[in-house]
Structure formats: structure tokens, C-alpha cells
């Protein structure tokens, strides 16, 4: 190489550098070795936006700079100086206050003699790359903050290894406190609820196959065993360099969602189905499961339903059967478990720990033998406030709920009050709509048989008018035989007394309907009842050649009775043993005494009952054997008026009767006098047997029907009274001022002087003072009784009045003889 080409090659060489100077994109800055600015390329003046070059010249290129990085600049100008190179990254603005990163390299330029005689340094603008930065920096602080206020764990896997990276967040949902370095596929694998495995596993590989997004809800097991729900979702990335990519996710606990969903998904279910008219029991089950899923843990839930001052089994399915039925029937009350006390002061009972509380005193044994170790109950209350039951919450350790726990069951709570409002309602209105249903069907019952009873009424009553008509009219052919006429009578009499008799029973079972039936209780024993009774029966037994037998302790047996009601029930029963058994039967009457009542036992051993009549048989108008052969007439009141007047002695009635064709028995229990067995010289005889007395007394029949008085003066005087008639109220007070009567029977309705009018005008004078006036009247009721007893009358005798009834009552008028004995009597209208 000659001389020319060395300068030529110099000369390039500058030029080149000057060029690589100002063409290189980046700030370059020639310094002198004290590091004071000489020169700066044309890009460089450019990104510093420098516009007068001249007043950078000479300046300490550090002054260039803030103060922060001086100590960068200086370290590596110190390197530069040694020959190294020096490099620092700092931020700097422009003139002009841009702000900009550098990254700067300070290298020593050596001079001809090869010492280093200047600095070079380039600032690469790296203002770009820093934002970047920053900005991933800030974006990833962003994106922990959110995870973090989700509580979103985030985890990374690498599907060729299955190994994985995952933040504390992610090691939480699965029970760990603190960072799991060696988390792997598999591990996540064991912590799934076996249930859930393999539908999760599945869905993995359905995402990794078709390169789609992966979510999975499911159960996770945590170390303690307790059991969470989460939802872990992931994609799939791929890097060039590998085939299998990673998948990066995030995962989070959903236990509170997934409880929440369980307890709202419960109560939808529940209220559906007590729409749909489910049964209670499998709508209170759905209930509890609601609150044991609503729960999460080892939780087994109760509904216990209020039964008067007991709460009964609603729904356990989770409880030990054996201690269900240990609390079953708890009784309500102030210190009974959680249960019993909740429903008792209407509010939530926590019981931490049933070992130590002393409400669970009766029922800590038995709990803690089944694992039970905390209860908190809450009173299911209705809408009116009303205690309904306990929805109770058993743990197997000590435990007390928090505010959100008590939140969600609160909702549980009113739903299931809803139910159970709900389903006591439609229980009450299908009650009401039964016993509707019965009492219509009762009503038409009772209208069947009245309708019935019409009928054999009708037909009751014309039986005996027949027979009395006939014989009137053989009474109206003249010259009839003097034997015929008496037996007419005789027949006629009968069929009167028998009338009179349907039509006081009819009476009687009216007046005891409503309530208006007088007794007249007195002490009496129950052998003269009996005896009466007997006598009473016997035409009809003897009729239909029965044979009575009759047995009766010896020791007279006192009863406090009214004589002639109790000798009605006797002889009503004997009267039916005669009338339901076929000719030739037996029948017997037993007296027995039994602490202190007594019982009168008649039997038969006729046409019988059957099992479904003895029901009904003492209903009013209930004729079982109706049309049956062997069944006579009546009217179905006998029975309703026996059990009637036995009731309203403290006494029952019963029957029992093997079937039909197999005899019947009826007892009649009646209460005995106090002290009642008694010497037989106590007691005092009644007069039931109508000891009569033929004394003659002096009577006025007073009665404005001609015939009917004519009948009464004609019977009278055949039993050896002195008798007169008067047909109106005023001849009535002139026969009495004349003939001064003993007695005077007299007619209650008659035009102008009635007979309440006679009776107070002659009370009103004293010398009638003791005369017995005995009303003779259709009307019976007890109110005409006691306008007549007001209007001074003795007696009451309804019409048709019977003749013998007249008898006894005038016999118990005269003592031994007419005169005088009208003072001594006990006046009392008779009913
Ligand atoms: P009545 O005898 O007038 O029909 P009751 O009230 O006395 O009315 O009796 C009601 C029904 O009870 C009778 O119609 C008859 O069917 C039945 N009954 C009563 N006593 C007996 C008995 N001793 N044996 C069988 N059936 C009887």
C-alpha cells in the first residue's frame, strides 16, 4: 500500500466513522475524559430535542442528567476511563421534558498512541420498552388485586408434565394456609370428591382435545376432611417450541354460592310441592335436606311439629332413628333441650355444647351417644305468631352459628312456616268440610227417619182409632147386650190408654229435647221401682207367654230418682224384651250392685240385634227390625226416652247382643243414694202402686163440652162421689158457693169465664182457700202448667184424661174420710 492510498484510506476511514456517527439511531455523545460534552450525533440532538447544539458543548454530560442517576454515570465513566465499559439504564427527559428511558454504554475511544484520549457514549432510547414494561408490571398488579377481592386463585399447568404453578389463592380452595410448591395434576385429582371425579375428568379432556375452554364445578375434600365446592376454569395456550402448551386458570371456592343454591333450590322445590298437595312429610323432608345441603358440613337438620304441649316427629332423615324417637314427644317447656325451649319462649336456643349445657340435662346422654354435640333450634312460627314447630340444626362438634349461617336459615325458616301455615289451613278446611259433609248427612238421616216416624205415627194412631170407632158405633145400636157393651168399653178404654201413651212419650222425649223436663227426685229404692215396673209390663209379657225371672239383692238398694220416670225406663225395656221375642221366650231381670251404682241388667233371648244396630239403636225413630217378621209396632222413642231419663239421672245405658236371632241384653247403670243400703224398716214405701182410696169426697165438674162432662160426672158417681156439673164459668161459682166441693174439676178454655178466671175468683175467697181445683186442658206444654199453677190450680190433667189417673188422684185426696183432709195435702201440679 503506497502513501496515497494510506492518506485515502485515513481519509475514508473518517468518513466512515463520521458517517456510523451520524447515521446510528441512537443518542451518541463524544466526551473528553473529564466527561464534558464535545460532540452529539445529528439522531441523538434529535431524540434529546435539543435545538442549539453550541450551549450543550463543553457541559458536564452528568449535569445533563437528575440527580437519581449520577452515580450510574459516574461509575461508568470511571470504567471508560479504565479502559471498560461502562453500562447503566436511567431515565432522563429531554431539553423539552419528554420523559425518556436510556440505555446507556460509556466505552473509551484510544487515541494514536493508544491511550484513551476520549468517551464515547450511546443512550439508546428505550423510553418504549419501559413503558411496556411498566405497563405489564401495573397490569399484573391489577389483575393479583382483582383475584385477590374475588378471591380467584390462579394456577398454570404444563400439559406435557402435568406439573403446575399456582398462587396462595388456589391453594386455599383446597385447605391449605399456606403456599403448596409441588402442586401437579394428580394432587388436584385427589382432592376432588370421589363423586365428582370422574364427570371433572371428563370435562378436562374434552377441553384439552378440542382445545376449548375447560369449567368444572365440583366438591373438593380438604385436608380435615371438611368438604367445599369450587369452580376452576382454564385455557389452553401453545407455545411454538411445544406441542402439548400449558393451560393457564383460575379457581375459586363456591362453597357459600353453592349453599345458598341448595337452600333457594330446597324451598322452590318444597313450595311447589305443597302446591301440588304433596303429603307433609315428604315436603318437610325436602325441607330438612335443604338445611343440611344449605349447611355444608356434617350437618343433620329436624322439623319437629307442635301437637297441644308436644312436639311430635316431622322430618329427620339424617338423625339417628333411635334418638329421633328418644326426643319424640318432647315436652314443651322453659329448660328442654334446644327444642322444647325454643318452641317454648318463641325464640332461637343455640346450645353450643351439649355436654356442658344444662338445658340438655335429660337428653345428653342419648345425644352424645350418636355423635351429637351442638343443637341450634328455631321455633317455626305462623304468620299470627302461633307456634307451629322447631326447624333444628345438629353438628357433631361444638358449635354457634354465625350471622350468615343464621341469615340463610331465616329464609328456610319463614318457607317452612309457609308450608306448614299453609297445610294446617287445608287441613282445617277439609275438617270443616268433613264434618259439613256429616252433618248433611246427618241431617238427612234424621229427615229420613223423621219422615219415617210420620208415617208409622199415621199409622200408630189409626190403629187404635179403628177399634174405637167400631165400637162406637156397635155402642149406638139399640139394645145392645149389657156384656158386649162392657167388653166395647172395655176394648175402647184400652186402645184410648194406649193412644194417650204414644202421645206422652212423644211429649216426654220433646220436653227432655228441650231441656224441660222436670224430676222429681226423692229417695226411693230401687226394688219398689222394679216391682211397679214389673206389674206395669206384665200384661205384655204374660201375652206373649214369657216367663220373667227376676233377681234382686234382698237389702233395699236407695236410690235419689224420680219414681215414675225410673219405672218408665224399667218397664220400656222389659215392655221391648216382650215385644222382640217370639212367644214362649225367657226373659230376665237382674239387679246387681256394683260400688256405688247400680245395675239393672234385662236380658232376652229374642229376635236379637246385630252389631251394626247397637250403634244407632238409641237414636230417636231408629226401628232396626223394621218390616222384619216377629218385629211389632212402635215408634222408635222408647230407647231415646230410656237413655234420655237414665242420662239425666247420672246414669248410662248400654246394650249388647250376641246377633240377631241370639237375645239382647240392655243395663241401665244408675247412681246409688249415698249411705244408701238401707234398713229395710227406713224406707219409706212410694206410692207407685196408686193405693186407692174410695172415699167419698164432694166434686164439681166444670167443663162446657156437655159430653165430655157427662162422661166425667157418670164416672165419678160410679165410684161413690158426690158429684155436680156446671157447663159455664159463672153457674161454675154458683154450684161451688152452694155445694161447697172437696175437689172441682175444671175446664181451662171456655167462652166467657174461663177457667184461670174461676180458679183466682175462688182463691180469692177464704173459704176456698183448701178446695183442690184440678185443671182439665188439651195443653200440656210446661208454660200452660205454669199459668195454671199461678192461677191457683192443684193439678194439671191433660185430655184425654184417664180415668184411672183420676182415681189415684183423688185417692191421695181423702186420707180416711172427706172431712177436713183436703188441709193436710202437699198441693203440686202434677208433670
Ligand atoms: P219401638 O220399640 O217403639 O220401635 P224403641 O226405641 O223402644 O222403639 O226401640 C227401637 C228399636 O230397637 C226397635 O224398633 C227394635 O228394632 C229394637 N229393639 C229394642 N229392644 C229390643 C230387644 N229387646 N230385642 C231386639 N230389638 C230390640
Redesign the pocket.
Known sequence: MNESTKISDSVSQLNLNQWMFESSPDCVKVLDIEGRLLEMNRNGRCVMEVDDAVCLAGREWPSLWPEASHADIRASLLAARSGQVGRFSAFCPTVKGTPKWWDVTVTPILGDSGRIERILAVSRDITALQVAKEMERENAARLQFILEAAQVGEWELDLATGTARTSLLHDRCFGYTEPVTNWSMGRFGEHIHPADRQEVESELKRAVMGRVGWRSECRVVWPDSSVHWICVQGSIYRSPSTRAGRMVGTVADITLRKRAEALAEGQRLALEQAVSGAPLSTILDVLTRAAEEGSGETVMASVMLLEGKRLRHGSAPSLPPAFSRAIDGVEVGPSVGSCGTAAFIKRPVVVHDIEKDPLWADFRDIALSHGLRSCWSQPILSLQGKVLGTLAVYRDKCWTPTPAERESMGLLLNTTALVLDRHQQATERQQAEAELRQMADELARSDRRKTEFIATLAHELRNPLAPIQSGLELMNVPHSDPESLVRIRAMMARQVRHMSHLVDDLLDVARITKGTLELRKEPIALQDIVAVAVDTSRPLIDAGAHTLRLQMPDVPLMLKADPTRIVQVVS?LLN??A???PSNGHISLIVERDEGMVQISIT?N????HPEALSS?FEMF?????GLDG??D???????LVRQVTELHGGAVTVT?PGLGSG?T?SVRLPLLQNSVLDESSVQPANLDGNRSTAQLRILVVDDNVDAAEVLVELLRMSGHEVRVAHDGFQALELAEASRPDAVFLDVGMPGMNGFEVAMTLRAKPHFESVVIIALTGWGAPGDRAQSRAAGFDHHLTKPTNFDDIEILLASLAPASAAGHILAMRPHVQG
Open positions: 220400656n221391648n224384651a215385644k222382640y221375642t232376652d229374642g229376635i236379637g240385634l239403636i231408629v226401628q232396626v227390625h223394621k218385629a211389632q212402635g215408634l222408635g222413642i222408647g230407647l231415646t247382643s239382647s240392655f
